[in-house]
């Protein structure tokens, strides 16, 4: 799944979706988060709560989504081939 808008869990004070979108356009949290705090007391605080809750349910942790691309866990090895006795040396 590919996503251009992700959430963070480092440096969240909800969910990370303001951390997001800071890091995503690039601007600083603080500026995204007054920005956010501002358009939610103009409009009463019906669709700055609906579009917050929206963007939580829909976007993806980054974090998420860099495991699902690199994986986690221990590296598997490969089985080593038994030597055959006939083989000889190198050449």
Known sequence: MKSN??????GKMVS???VG???RFGFDVNLV???YALF???NFGVVGVILYVILTISMP????I????YGTGPRRRKEAEPASE???WFW
Do not use: A, Q
């Open 5 to 10: 808008f992700y959430k963070l869990r480092r």
């Open 16 to 18: 990370g979706v303001l």
């Open 21 to 23: 979108l800071s890091e």
């Open 33 to 35: 988060r007054f920005l």
């Open 40 to 42: 939610t007391i103009v």
């Open 61 to 64: 942790y980054k974090e998420d």
């Open 66 to 69: 860099e495991r699902e691309r």
């Open 86 to 88: 006939n083989d000889g």
